[in-house]
């Protein structure tokens, strides 16, 4: 039991958002090895809520063109209207991070955007997966999802590639639903850019931290 939880806990401490890729597709039994271990992410009542769409290949190259040219800015699920206190303070934390490591000095706000736009290029990765939950089960279904997208992610890093889950994506929810064939009764939840990551590219040299228990648990008892 010791050696599993050993396992676990390396896939966590080495994972990382990956926003810098070779341009090497995954092999297609990969990327369904990928989703399998993904699909078996637990969910409430085991209703298995998420509905993905994968762009690979052509169909990667033209959504990166319609994002680049249609400004439709509409995303299902309404986003934060600002960060407070401690968020604000880890967001701005992570933010400068990646500012810093591509060379992004304070103050620089061509820069910064031209960083941020990056999200619809999905950071030049191979393949972007986009997750979707149904409208009819609300909160719960996109909490699902979000198991899910974490499932997604550690079965990447154990499987050696690199992954980085993006709100950004859905806030092109519009576009998103014409290319899939998604109607009303599904909502974007997120995407994920996911392909071999390059080591050398500078987004890929830093790692963000995690608050100490105190800060986030209570114990009672």
């Given at each position: 039991?010791?050696d599993?939880?050993d396992?676990?806990e390396?896939?966590?401490a080495?994972r990382?958002?990956?926003?810098g ?8 039994a ?6 399998s ?9 085991n ?6 769409g994968?762009?690979s290949g052509?169909?990667?190259?033209d959504l990166?063109?319609?994002?680049a040219?249609d400004q439709r800015f ?11 206190g ?6 701005r934390?992570?933010?400068w991070q990646?500012?810093?490591a591509?060379g992004?000095?304070k103050?620089?706000r061509e ?16 393949h ?10 609300g909160?719960?279904?996109?909490v699902?999802c979000?198991?899910y ?5 550690l079965?990447?890093q154990a499987l050696?590639?690199g992954?980085v889950?993006?709100a950004?994506v859905?806030?092109k929810s519009?576009l ?8 009303d009764?599904r909502?974007?939840?997120c995407g994920?850019?996911?392909?071999h990551?390059?080591p ?6 830093y790692?963000?931290h ?12």
């Amino acid at each position: 039991m010791s050696d599993e939880i050993d396992v676990l806990e390396r896939l966590l401490a080495e994972r990382w958002s990956c926003r810098g890729y070779l341009d090497e597709p995954v092999e297609q039994a990969t990327i369904e090895r990928l989703l399998s271990a993904a699909q078996r992410t637990p969910s409430w009542c085991n209703t298995q809520p998420w509905e993905v769409g994968i762009f690979s290949g052509d169909a990667i190259a033209d959504l990166r063109d319609v994002f680049a040219t249609d400004q439709r800015f509409t995303p299902d699920i309404a986003f934060p209207p600002g960060y407070e206190g401690v968020h604000a303070d880890r967001r701005r934390e992570s933010g400068w991070q990646l500012y810093e490591a591509v060379g992004v000095a304070k103050g620089d706000r061509e820069g910064s955007a031209a960083q941020m736009m990056r999200n619809f290029d999905f950071f030049g990765a191979p393949h972007v997966a986009v997750v979707s939950a149904p409208t009819s089960l609300g909160v719960y279904g996109v909490v699902d999802c979000g198991l899910y997208v974490q499932t997604f992610l550690l079965a990447a890093q154990a499987l050696g590639l690199g992954a980085v889950a993006q709100a950004a994506v859905a806030m092109k929810s519009e576009l998103l639903h014409e290319k899939l064939g998604w109607g009303d009764d599904r909502q974007v939840v997120c995407g994920i850019s996911f392909g071999h990551p390059d080591p050398a590219h500078p987004t890929n040299s830093y790692r963000t931290h995690r608050v100490a228990l105190e800060e986030s648990v209570t114990f009672l008892g």
